[in-house]
């Protein structure tokens, strides 16, 4: 059976390899989405525990935790709680170094744990009121060193000292003092948010809800799934990644049953004489089900390929190279190879049921 | 290989209509196990509806086809009766064009769920009793018109039948291989015993079977006297 579906879609191979192509979009383009949204959540772990914090407070039913607004009242109200051992406030600015609109700038009170996790690869740690810390990342690509200008929204800053933190965020990034970071954005008084370290013993679940109880209009952040479903635009991707899904299995399902509904129509004596010497309806529709499923797959297994390189590539797109890595995971390719496979079946359905309702005399064109 | 004892074929006042054409009118023929007959006819006078229907290819509209006392198409699965029961041969070979001869000899063994290397076995047997032995890998496009009908004629015994229907076997054949795949058919009938049913314009099939049947409008003309050897 397996010889005769090869040798089948050998001998159209380039309808073959057309109706594969079209299965291989599809898939590329699931692949892709779900590397990035992998490479999303792994760099959202690194959004909730900057600076080595246990979770993030947030404004609550904000679009995107980087525009979440605290006031700065907030730190002393959480750091005088019983399971809080430090709190510090970070105000973020996104899109404020012209040269590099990805990296964010973290508003940090200098004497804040966020910033005294850095460790200093180069330059000092003490920063004047216009002096910025650049993370390795960051001074990499934009050839920083200390001594350095770099241009904030406009507004010079000397590079005091490049650091190393091990958070994606942080290192592709660059930090500046609360106080300049509130001047800058024209927000006195205000925080995108505050980070915790928890006190010993202390569990994030009871802390969260005791905290989100005691500062009404805020979430707490305590684990990388909550900060992508806190984000509107990880939302936006899940949901787009589902509509692409349906999309690939109506386009890719319509496709294979054309392409199988031709391939019966031309081989309408072929399939008469398999029912003439026997083979049963069922067994006949499995051939034409086979052949769905096989181009399908071979779909799949391109669309696999590709949809690896094309995460990159949108991540290049988009942007977002600094501090999202796309992620392939074996659930991630699967997933791609799942919704091939539903495309053969949904698409072979049809053509199948059809090749069980031909009669083999009429199938062979003789009375 | 145990010869196959042939199969008895009645047919009892079976009508069939495509659309406003009656093929066949209350038609009505016995043949005995193990005989040869065969059928002639004008064009379009039911010779080959009323072989599709032995085969169980159509249903009928009327009557009933009984093979060796059981009623074709009160079985739940025709297409196991054609497996087990029935051989068929066209006027075209109807091989599969991107398969070898023994690959298409094997197709309805795959079809009955024959293991590989029995099927492989089978089908080089088939193809050495048809004088092809040299040519199973050859594909369709490398075989002439008449070795293509002999891997044909292979095809229809692989599920060693104990009933061959042949419609026109030797329609798109010249006069020489026309003899030769008819010396072919009727030597293996002689030989495995199976019932034979030819289709045939040509007069030489009427002169090796046993007796001819003429078909008129869907009806029987003529009945030879049974001339059965066996």
């Known amino acids: 059976m397996v010889a005769i579906i090869t040798t089948n879609l050998l001998r159209r191979s380039g309808r073959t390899l057309f109706t594969a192509s079209g299965i291989a979009v599809g898939v590329a383009t699931i692949v892709a989405l779900l590397s990035f949204t992998q490479g999303l959540k792994e760099t959202a772990a690194g959004l909730v525990h900057l600076g080595g914090s246990d979770l993030g407070v947030f404004q609550a039913n904000v679009s995107d935790p980087t525009v979440s607004v605290l006031p700065d009242s907030t730190v002393a109200g959480l750091a ?80 005091a000292g490049v650091y190393h933190s091990g958070i994606l965020f942080e290192d592709a990034g660059a930090v500046i003092s609360l106080a300049a970071a509130q001047q800058l954005t024209g927000r006195p008084g205000e925080v995108t948010d505050v980070v915790v370290q928890l006190a010993p013993g202390a569990r994030a679940s009871v802390a969260s809800r005791s905290i989100v109880r005691a500062f009404p209009g805020t979430q707490v952040i305590t684990d990388p799934q909550q900060a992508l479903r806190a984000g509107a635009n990880s939302t936006l991707i899940a949901k787009a990644i589902l509509v692409i899904v349906v999309i690939a299995l ?43 499923v096989a181009v399908s797959m071979l779909g799949a297994a391109l669309g696999l390929l590709v949809g690896v390189i094309g995460a990159g590539l949108l991540v290049g797109a988009l942007g977002v190279s600094a501090y999202v890595s796309p992620s392939v995971t074996a659930w991630g390719l699967g997933q791609g190879l799942l919704v091939g496979v539903a495309i053969g079946v949904l698409g072979g359905i049809y053509p199948a049921w059809r090749v069980t309702r031909m009669t083999p005399l009429r199938s062979l064109s003789i009375r | 290989m145990n010869a196959p004892a042939g199969a008895g074929v009645i047919v009892d006042q079976v009508s069939k209509r495509f659309g406003r054409v009656s093929a066949l009118r209350e038609l009505s023929l016995r043949v005995e196990p193990g005989e040869a007959v065969a059928i002639s006819g004008r064009s379009g006078s039911g010779k080959s509806t009323l072989l599709a229907l032995i085969g169980g290819l159509e249903r009928p509209d009327s009557g009933e086809i009984l093979i060796d006392d059981h009623a074709l198409w009160q079985t739940a699965r025709p297409a196991r009766a054609r497996r087990e029961v029935v051989g068929f041969v066209f006027q075209r070979h109807l091989l599969l064009g991107a398969l070898s001869a023994r690959a298409n000899v094997e197709v309805p063994l795959l079809g009955a ?118």
Do not use: K
């Not at chain 1, 180069?122 to 910025?132: F, I, K």
């Not at chain 2, 092809?132 to 050859?138: F, K, Q, Y």
């Not at chain 2, 015993?193 to 003309?221: F, K, N, Q």
């Open chain 1, 250 to 292: 109506i386009v890719g399902a319509i496709s294979v049953a054309n392409t199988m509904a031709m391939s019966i129509v031309e081989r309408q004596a072929e399939i008469g004489l398999l029912s003439t010497v026997g083979w049963s309806p069922l067994r006949v529709a499995s051939l034409i089900l086979g052949e769905g």
């Open chain 1, 80 to 159: 005088g709680r019983r399971e809080v051992a430090r709190a510090t406030p970070l105000l973020l600015i996104v899109e404020g170094i012209g040269s590099d609109p990805a990296a964010i700038v973290f508003g940090a009170e200098p004497r804040g744990f966020f910033t005294r996790s850095l460790v200093l690869v180069q330059g000092s740690a003490h920063t004047t009121p216009h002096g910025v810390l650049v993370g390795d990342r960051l001074a990499a690509q934009a050839h920083l060193r200390s001594g350095d200008v770099l241009s904030i929204r406009g507004h010079p800053f000397a590079v």
């Open chain 2, 113 to 230: 769920g024959v293991h590989r290397a029995a099927r492989r076995r089978r089908a080089l047997e088939l193809l050495d009793q048809v004088g092809l032995a040299d040519r199973a890998e050859h594909r369709p496009s490398e075989l002439s018109g008449g070795e293509s009908q002999r891997v044909a004629v292979a095809r229809a015994l692989a599920n060693e039948p104990r009933l061959l229907l042949a419609d026109e076997p030797t329609g798109a054949l010249d006069s020489v291989t026309s003899e030769r795949v008819l010396d072919l058919l009727f030597h293996l009938r002689d030989r495995l015993g199976m019932t034979l049913l030819v289709v045939s314009y040509d007069r030489s099939v009427g002169a090796r079977a046993d007796r001819t049947i003429t078909l008129v409008d869907g009806t029987l003309e003529a009945a030879g006297a049974s001339l059965h050897r066996r």
